[in-house]
Structure formats: C-alpha cells, structure tokens
C-alpha cells in the first residue's frame, strides 16, 4: 500500500512538473509573437529571437534544407511595420527530462480553435531546457498532413 501511494505521489508531481513545463513554453511563445508585433529594427528582431530559440536553432520548412536563423532573418524584417495576427496554440506536448516536443497550430488567432486547416498550420518544435530556460532548438513546418498522426 505504501508503494502505491509513494507512486501516486511520484505520478502527480511528474504530471505537475509537465503543465509546468507546457505553461512555460507557451509563455515563451506567446512573448516572442509579441516581441516580434513589437520590433521596429532588424536589432530587435535578433534580441527578440535570443529570447526563444537556441544559438544553433534550425527550421526545416515542407521537407525542404534545414535552415538557421540568418537564412530566415529577412522575412522577419519584411514583415517590420506590418503587423499580423497570428497566435499559436499547443495540441500536443511530450516532455522528457531537459526535452520537450511541441506539436501546435499557428494561425491567426481566430481560426487555432477551428478545423478549417486551410487556415492554420501544423508544426513540431524541439525544446531543450538551457542555462537560461527553455529554448526551441527545432522547427519543423512539414507538408500538410504529415503532423496528423501524431496528433492521434
């Protein structure tokens, strides 16, 4: 009996630790939307990408070559000035000790609740937690309807 309370114990706290983890992430995510809507130089976009993703990050977008960061930077400045409403919602979170898989939508903020996938995207980002917190080491944007499964 006392072992089965000691794993009780062990699960809840486990299960905590994760929502703990999730809630860090989408605050993470949620202030570097803002902090992107917010920057007026390439300076801040670059501070604001610190803020999120590792020093090595890379993004592999339709199955295409792994880019990094100074591959993608200049459609972040293109869209200086331009605000857009975009907002994204975790469905699918999987932690592992210093790693986290996120599976989310990314779309305007009107349409993540929605099933029109026409208006959102699907993508799997890496998370690895750092020194300085946890930071996404991976994007991932695959062709449409790759990420479904998983999300089953």
């Known amino acids: 009996m006392k ?8 699960l809840l706290f486990a299960l905590g630790d994760d929502a703990a983890v999730r809630k860090e992430i989408q605050s993470i995510y949620d202030r570097a939307l803002q902090g992107q809507l917010a920057a007026r130089t390439p300076a801040d976009l670059d501070a604001n990408e610190k803020l999120i993703d590792t020093p090595d990050w890379t993004s592999i977008v339709n199955d295409g070559p792994p880019q990094h960061w100074a591959d993608v930077k200049q459609y972040a400045i293109a869209m200086l000035g331009h605000p857009d409403d975009l ?16 599976i989310a939508r990314v779309g305007p903020s009107k349409d993540l609740n929605g099933n029109d996938r026409s208006r959102f995207a699907l993508v799997r980002d890496t998370w690895v937690k750092t020194n300085t917190g946890w930071r996404r080491t991976l994007h991932e944007k695959p062709v449409e309807g790759k990420l479904d499964a998983e999300l089953k």
């Open 87 to 102: 907002a994204l919602k975790i469905v699918k979170f999987t932690v592992a000790g210093d790693r986290a898989i996120v």
């Open 3 to 10: 072992r089965v309370c000691a794993l009780l114990l062990f």
